[in-house]
């Protein structure tokens, strides 16, 4: 892979962000070239893995809602890294330091128990390589100054990633409802956000294939003990200094966590 210059002057004001502050929108200087926001996230990615210490432990899905698909001008969803240092314990109290601008969102979370290395695998193929299933609240953040983001922006940005929290995890199988839960996520006591399973491009099945497929595509396979954030199940809403956040998903679980300061 190899970026040219204003490829390479990207990525690293993507790294910069958090200590130089929110960068301006950038799509027109990649005339909206997709390929070319994913080389800047893998860039960013090789980096964070070779020259940062971080250690990736899974993936996320973005874009997996019709109308912010429609809203980008796409019509497929994005994806991006989970690094370790990213993952906050269900329940804990955790601090808006280190994040710019964050949302909060609610999601499924699957774990694999094996490689999944096939560009052709289908539905049975990741029924069976799913090993346990999990509430999740994923925190999104942006580089890209007020959230003033298209299709290159975010991908280039990781998918707007922040943090996530996976909350207790059950074993998975092909009766494992994903499509018709329901979800609530609340801001101390006052519900948020509703949703469903059938909101992430019509079930978080779907999009994890999607993204299974993609990845073995891209020679950056989904490996055995990684996990996936299947994508939102409602609409996002901003983090807010001082309140706790729960999601409940129906048959799946509850997951939690606070931002004090």
């Excluded at 070319?36 to 432990?57: F, K, S, W």
Aim: with cysteine.
């Amino acid at each position: 892979m190899s970026l040219i210059e204003s490829e390479l002057d990207i990525a690293s004001s993507l790294r910069a962000a958090y200590a130089d502050g929110q960068i301006q929108p950038f799509s027109a200087a990649l005339a909206n070239d997709v390929d070319a926001a994913y080389r800047i996230q893998d860039h960013n990615t090789d980096y964070a893995l070779n020259m940062g210490g971080r250690r990736m432990v899974g993936r996320k899905i973005g874009l997996t809602s019709a109308a912010v698909q429609k809203q980008l001008g796409v019509d497929q969803p994005d994806y991006g890294v989970l690094f370790s240092d990213m993952w906050i314990e269900d329940g804990h109290n955790d601090t808006v330091v280190g994040l710019l601008q964050p949302k909060i969102e609610a999601e499924i979370a699957f774990g694999f128990k094996r490689d999944m290395e096939d560009p052709e695998a289908n539905l049975a193929n990741l029924v069976e390589s799913i090993h346990w299933v999990a509430p999740a609240l994923e925190i999104v953040d942006s580089r890209i100054a007020d959230w003033q983001i298209g299709i290159v922006e975010t991908i280039a940005d990781n998918a707007s990633s922040g943090r996530f929290v996976i909350g207790r995890r059950m074993p998975f199988s092909s009766k494992t409802e994903v499509v018709c839960c329901e979800m609530t996520l609340y801001e101390g006591s006052e519900v948020v956000s509703r949703g469903n399973g059938a909101a992430c491009m019509g079930s978080p099945l779907a999009a994890t294939l999607w993204l299974v497929q993609k990845m073995a595509k891209v020679g950056r396979p989904i490996r055995a003990g990684e996990l996936v954030l299947s994508g939102a199940l409602g609409p996002m809403v901003k983090v807010r200094k001082g309140l706790g956040y729960r999601a409940m998903i129906d048959g799946i679980g509850g997951v939690s966590v606070s931002f004090d300061c």
